[in-house]
């Protein structure tokens, strides 16, 4: 029953993730070099995990805003490490109109530099602090490799940035974003992540420093599913982003930025679906259940729009499959599409006051008796498919979680089964490039409040300072 | 008690307009030319919008999309009269990186030619149709004279497009999209608004007809508040969106699209708002009603917080003033930022058994006793301030709008009280052209379904054709 239009994923995963979103319809790829056109299928997805984070956001505080796309090109060099970082990947606008313009500027890639020389207008005094602002919107960066969700030249994201009064106040800011993020990720995507502080090396560019996400995906590659960056006055510095403090003095703000971005998509995707298509957790699918009519009785009618009505009112998202199609035909669809739990409506069953319920994620069908309360058992059902997900999730990324001090075991892990290395570091970018060579594994975050395993850097051998953990990454 | 941030709307309505956008913080200018910043109380009123249309977009049968940004030129061009409209206003990205691109692209106009490209590849049978897509994203168009929300160069708003078996089914969208702006200005917005055909020469580039709603504001001037349009086969036959029809031969698609933006924040404050800042219809405002506490007694507190609740609980959007400013800046500050109503809960009050109601959009006082049922007053309130403010905006509307059959009066009318010009007009461009010359007075729309007021044409003196409406426009 395996569905034809899509890859084996044990044959080629590459080929394996993009039938998948092609076959649930998420995506297709445009005639623009790159950019993805995000399907009704894919964008409903992005809606529900849109709706969740921004309640959240705004419970914590935060308000929704809207800056220009585009960027000066003295406004974005004004912090040195930023361009620096992003200067190969942007894209300029030179034209306006059928005129040169006398200053190009780029589409944003991230909007530090847009916020900053905001803030520098309205803020001067600590009265006027902290301010805590998010907006949701379009990023363009020139990537030379795309594939749809996980790179994409263009992709929709949100993105925090906040400025506080003291270093303390932005640094609790910037790790009560990544707890939302994780919880994010391990309640409602069923995907449990991995968090911690990224090295030097690896952190965002003008960052002091930048925590994140790591997901594991189905193949043991890393996804960094989010970030969260503290920037102390580095940007408040540049942007001249200063206030007058409690003791009348001039101080610049101290600054964060946080972002999680439709790549989640992707990460739902190589957590979680199989064979037969998407599969996704009930809490961000967004629509939990759909009921198929076999036969078009009055009896099969009016039990399925009960049903429906019944769901509905408990709040679960449900509809019919009203199409011309064929039951076997809205089966494969509904299956194919992720739908969490389909409910079968038939004569033959109901002679037998029956009703088919079929879960999307283990594929059983459990026939039950008509007199049940439907809502009542959706719901458990559901939350068992949210649990169920969640932990086989958690079971595949402990299998794959190493831990290694000898850097041959490495080597021989990632030729064979890869996934989450714990590695002891000495600090040195060296050893990190040394890492890169095996396959390009990079570190992936550093793990601050964990045992170290080792007292040696599992490269160079000297005495070693962080325990990290390592991955090949998308 | 004037705000003295606002200049007088009687001496300089455009300064008074940007006083208001300033005041309210509802945007500010930003380093980007031409580009604003959508500030937090501006942005939640464009969510409170994108919500109730979003709602009834869906409702309706349409599934949100998401289309890249960029445009390349050969895309944009395989349709004739849409980029020849367009090209003196679109942007031009000529660079991706550090290299010069084969083939520059524009930042999207509008994405009839994006979503025609998409449409080409997805369509084969009459199976597949309709297909009805909505996108909410970034537009920009190079402008040269920008005005908050008005016109900038960067703008937000909807774009539907659809595309359908038939005519006849593709027309109905076009007229049904059209009652939903109308109903969403006059129930929400509380504007009234004309609607009717553009002439060909104020059409859409590309579009077999255009519909649209106009909005008069308080100075007389008209602008422009939405539009529908329909496409024929226009674009389906320069993109090649055909399909198998229903007798087995191939068709082209019949198509429409549209669209209203974030000027319909600015025709809010045009209409409603007056000289001590925004006046907002409750049905649109993301905050209702604001609590001021006058003191800090527990009993203040308590009463204030009961009040609060019982507001929360019917479901109306409250909030208690909670800042260390005096209650005279709250009441300032709640009145230019356009709070529909205000509650006062004050010692000197409560001694008495008394609480405060002010409105904002006529500025009156309520004394009323305490043991009232708050949520049902205030219910009831909120419905008079937007009926009230429509009713203000349709009798000034009426007032301003104006039957002629002589030039001379059009010409004294504009020069003095300028509004809607009710006249004939025979059908030649001409003749638009020569109406122009009167303070830039244009047609706003084509009124199919109202009697004539003559037989001649207001401007030559020939047969009339058309009953039309004309005025300045924004």
Redesign the interface.
Known sequence: MKNKAITAREVDFAKWYTDVVRAARLA?Y???KG??????NG??I??QMQKVLDEKFKETGH??????????EN?MKKEGELINGF????????????KQLEE??C?RPTSET?FS??YA??VSSYRDLPKK?NQW??I?R?EKETRPFLRSR?F?WQEGHTIHETAKEAEIETMKMLKIYEDFYKEYLAIPVITGRKTEKEKFAGAEYTYTVEALMYNGVSLQGGTSHYFGQKFSKAYDISFTNRNNEQEFVYQTSWGVATRMIGALIMVHSDENGLVLPPKIAPKQVVIVSIGDSDKVKNISNKILEELKGAGISAYIDNSEKSPGFKFAEAEVNGIPVRIEVGERDLAENKITFARRDTREKMTENIDINVADYVKSLLNNIQDNLYNKALQRRDELTYECIDIEEVKKIMDTKPGFIKAMWCGDEECELKMKEIKGTKSRCILENEKHIHDKCIVCGKPAKELVVWGIQY
């Not at 308000?63 to 000066?72: A, K």
């Open positions: 297709a445009s005639n623009v950019c993805i056109v995000i399907e009704p964008y409903a992005w809606e308000q929704n805003i809207c800056m220009p796309m585009l960027i000066p406004l200067a190969p990947e942007v894209a300029w606008v030179t034209m306006g109109g059928q190009r500027m589409i847009l020389d905001y207008g309205i602002y919107c379009n363009l020139w263009e929709l």
